[in-house]
């Protein structure tokens, strides 16, 4: 009920192609859902994240999707460039309820330059 | 910039050692997280921090304890380091009604 689960675990893309994560998740009472992006040596940082009363956000060339019905969620990247090679992670949480974020468990994307 | 900082930034250690590490941070949050990174496992939650007098186990809190000396400060312990700590440490912050969080800068933690 309190995981969430990240796929692919690494994603190689073309310089300029769509990089997609997917994540599913199981507990319903999540109603924040975030994604993270790590650099080499950095602690995580907040990329962008949705509430489950929109479909969609997007925030420049990042746009999370989001299915409530089929409790799935995905970060598109368009236009993909070198400088968005990292790791990302999807996650979930419900901050009201017991204050834990859930965190897949990450994706490690290469741009090919 | 307002701050979450890690110290020390590397740290190799021998199995049965007892090691400290230290989470700093200048942005007034109350929560304070640690988390453990491995890789194809995530992070993963050990203890969090409502303020100086609320601790919390998360996911994985055996073999480690904390210390919340002050709102600023939140320190991990390993009573008995094993191998199977070795892993990448992170604290994080948040302010009570906002949901993002603040990762330092972590801890990469060896055990021979």
């Known amino acids: 009920q309190q995981q969430v689960k990240q796929s692919p675990q690494s994603l190689i893309v073309q310089k300029g192609g769509i990089s997609i994560i997917n994540c599913a998740y199981e507990?319903?009472?999540?109603?924040?859902f975030p994604w993270y992006q790590q650099f080499p040596g950095k602690g995580p940082a907040l990329l962008i994240a949705i509430r489950p009363d929109v479909s969609e956000k997007k925030e420049g060339r990042f746009t999370i999707s989001f299915n409530k019905s089929a409790k799935q969620f995905s970060l598109h990247i368009m236009d993909s460039q070198p400088g968005d090679s990292a790791t990302y992670f999807c996650a979930a949480s419900n901050m009201n309820r017991d204050d834990k974020i859930i965190f897949g468990k990450g994706t490690r994307l290469h741009i090919l330059p | 910039d307002a701050d979450v900082t890690q110290t020390p930034r590397n740290r190799i250690t021998k199995t049965g050692k007892r090691i400290m590490l230290e989470c700093s941070q200048t942005?007034?949050?109350?929560?304070m997280y640690w988390y453990r990174q491995d890789p194809g496992l995530g992070l993963r939650l050990i203890y969090y921090?409502?303020?100086?007098?609320?601790?919390n186990k998360g996911e994985i809190s055996d073999g480690y304890s904390v210390s919340r000396q002050a709102q600023a400060k939140f320190s991990l312990s390993l009573e008995s380091a094993i191998p199977n700590q070795t892993a990448l440490y992170f604290c994080a912050t948040r302010q009570g009604g906002i949901n993002e969080q603040f990762f330092g800068p972590g801890t990469r933690l060896t055990v021979l």
């Open positions: 942005k007034g949050h109350d929560r």
């Open positions: 921090s409502f303020d100086v007098k609320d601790i």
């Open positions: 507990n319903t009472a999540f109603d924040y």
